[in-house]
């Protein structure tokens, strides 16, 4: 399980930025589906944003429904507040995601259009009409495919996913790697940081009984920056995120001179574009699409442009999440 499951509980906890436990998820699919409401509301990525083919030429445009050819568009709901994989610059939407879009956009030869929403209300805007798809770093798992809560009572709609990215947590330290860390072994004996109330303290907590009497000394503040700036300054070795944030931050902060990012990732799941599950037109087109822009190249070179090709898929699958 990783990112923005998280997310899913009404963002309590950061990982609570997105990868909240499954728990979450299953108290944020009930609001999402009944009480919440479409909250695809502010920024949105302006019409030309995510560039579209010539519909005539794009060679799979005859697999979209009907009512998506004749709109030229497909509205994605998305809340854009996660860098490197959806957020904002200006009024615009950039990021991973939206430049998959775009490339899915010239095998479809429509628009992908971005909508600003909340993430719990993400799904309830798919069924309400308002969007067609959402992507929005969504973690694909079997409560959210299903529309079940964390013990396994029915409480809405689920949907389907195209699973088009792989991401784990992975450790942050400081740039250099002074002490020489590989893995989340190596943190056993030392001080950590990290952010107060995520899955990632739930899984320093869980390192730190496998260090048993070499102790690991977990240091927690109330929000990430906390512990990046305590990781920069040496008091910490380490602060843990998912992936593609702890990427997008060892790329940006201090120029790319303060952080990088260690060791292979743990804990890793798949992010899906959720499609309606009354829509698997729709959701086999996006997947074809996908899988072309993989065999093309498109794919990757929208991963190298944001540093997270260590999260590459090899091919489209639908709901292949757990």
Known sequence: MTARSTRSTAVAKTRTSRLA?????????????????????????PKGGAASADSGKAPLFSKLPADIQKAGVIKVGSDASYAPMEFTEGSKIVGVDPDIAEALSKQLGVRFEFAQGTFDGLITSIYSGRQDLVMSSMTDNKKRQEGLDDEGKKIGKGIDFVDYFSSGVSLLVKKGNPEGLKSLDDVCGKTVAVQRGTIYEDTFNAQAKKCGSKKLTIQKFDTDAEAQTRVKAGGAVADLNDYPVAAYIAKTSGGGNDFEVVGSQSDVGLFGIGVSKERTQLRDAIKEALDAIIKDGSYAEVLKKWQVEGSAVKSATVNAGQ
Do not use: F, N, R
């Open 21 to 45: 436990a499954v728990a979450a998820i299953a108290v944020a699919g009930s609001m999402l589906l009944t009480a919440c409401g479409d909250q695809t509301e502010g920024a949105k990525q």
